[in-house]
């Protein structure tokens, strides 16, 4: 019998055809960030051509993570529950901010909730308006991110913007990470078939989100395009709070999980 | 010869090695407890295999048996805010495992360096060795 990834009856899935509900419409976060004007490796080094993985070894390494319980939402379930951005507009930054803190605790780190608010303010002049995810990779890898015992998660406020803040923001330092190619699943399942968090934004769903784990849905006859499509999808940590989907977790598959913008985290300055 | 000179010498042989006194086991992670250190390269991911630092297992072991554990890429250049001796842990896995990753450093008398076992059950048995 073909294996295949089990998937939580509560979680949400959007494929293809998936009506959205009311709560899930587009919002005004994900902002498509321009290719012309910033041609990939703008912001960061692309993920080199070497690093990518097979296609052909998608569904076994799929396959073996889920059966070791590995998966970066296994890891992540039971040590950080998913952010929720409020009110703000500021999914590009939360989800940049969810996989920052993921890769810590992957390191070894303590958790430590960061507020996506410090950034995406500091990013925008303290307007709550929509950005990409490598505007926030970005302002992380050279000032850091505060915590959110020191700025609220969700206050786009100056009285937090103080000095003490954003010197305690350099421990939480984003040091490495690539840009994909958007729409690739290439770049994508290579990255998180290693482990490795991907913030990624969607144009339709004018959303980003944190994708964390490979779902394999059949065995794929071949590699083509359209196999990978029809065989594979990704689960995402969105930023709305526990309650939506399975404890905040959702999957996108076909060809919703076509990423309009996509990175990988590679890793955060060490810390004990 | 007197008693003192006969003793003298005979702590000298000692010191020597000539009485069968072992070398100090060698302290690969020179902090107290019990430490654990992981290289990893999360750029070669064909061959670079670190899943069992996420095995469930193997993370609530070093959770509930640790004093510290760390899974660092071997690209790391800063090590500001961890202690000195975790800088010198870093650089002595770099040098022992010849470009080998994943690669495992655990802490103590029983202490080990060696390629990270890639099944969670065989590295659980390596740290139980090593506490």
């Known amino acids: 019998m073909t294996w295949v990834s089990e998937i939580d009856p509560a979680e ?27 041609p990939l490796g703008y912001y960061a080094p692309p993920l080199g051509a070497s690093e990518r993985i097979d296609r052909a070894e998608f569904y076994d390494r799929a396959q073996e993570l889920e059966r070791g319980r590995a998966r970066l939402s296994d890891f992540a379930s039971p040590r950080m529950a998913v952010l929720n ?14 996989g920052a803190e993921l890769t810590r605790i992957r390191q070894g780190s303590d958790h430590v909730r960061l507020s996506p608010a410090s950034g995406g ?8 308006v929509g ?14 991110i505060v915590p959110a015992e020191l700025w609220p998660q969700n206050e786009i406020n100056r009285r937090y913007d103080t000095e003490q803040a954003w010197d305690v923001a350099k421990r939480y330092q984003l040091t490495e990470w690539n840009e994909l190619r958007p729409k690739n699943l290439d770049d994508l399942f290579s990255c998180l078939l290693r482990g490795l968090a991907c913030p990624a934004g969607f144009s339709w769903w004018r959303h980003a989100v944190c994708l964390v784990d490979v779902v394999v849905f059949d065995k794929p006859r071949n590699t083509s395009d359209r196999e990978l499509l029809r065989c594979f999808g990704v689960r995402f940590a969105n930023s709305w709070g ?18 309009d913008g996509q990175l990988c985290i590679r890793s955060m300055r060490v810390t004990a | 010869m007197s008693p003192r000179v006969v003793v003298a010498l005979l702590l000298i042989a000692l010191a020597l090695g000539l009485g069968g006194v072992k070398p100090p086991a060698p302290r690969y992670i020179d902090l107290p407890g019990f430490n654990v250190l992981v290289l990893t390269e999360t750029s070669a991911g064909q061959a670079v295999n670190d899943n069992v630092t996420r095995s469930p297992l193997v993370r609530s072991w070093l959770e509930q048996n640790a004093d510290e554990f760390f899974v660092w890429d071997d690209s790391t250049t800063d090590f500001e805010f961890v202690a000195p001796q975790w800088r010198e842990a870093f650089d002595l896995a770099v040098a022992q495992s010849n470009g080998v990753r994943p690669w495992l450093l655990v802490s103590g008398e029983r202490g080990s360096s060696g390629p ?16």
């Not at chain 1, 526990?242 to 990423?259: C, E, N, T």
Request: aromatic share 10%.
């Open chain 1, 242 to 259: 526990k309650s939506y989907g399975a404890q905040g977790y959702g999957i996108l598959k076909g060809s919703k999980q076509l990423a």
């Open chain 1, 12 to 38: 949400r899935i959007i494929g293809d055809g998936t009506k959205l509900t009311l709560g899930e419409r587009p919002r005004e976060g994900y902002e498509a960030r321009d290719y012309k004007a910033e």
């Open chain 1, 131 to 144: 950005g990409w995810c490598d505007q926030a990779a970005k302002f992380m890898q050279s000032r850091g």
């Open chain 1, 121 to 128: 303010a500091k990013i925008k002049n303290f307007r709550n």
């Open chain 2, 116 to 131: 990270l076992p890639s099944d969670p059950q065989e590295l659980l048995e390596l740290l139980e060795g090593c506490r």
């Open chain 1, 85 to 98: 951005q409020g009110r703000t507009n500021y999914c590009w930054i939360n989800a940049v901010v969810f």
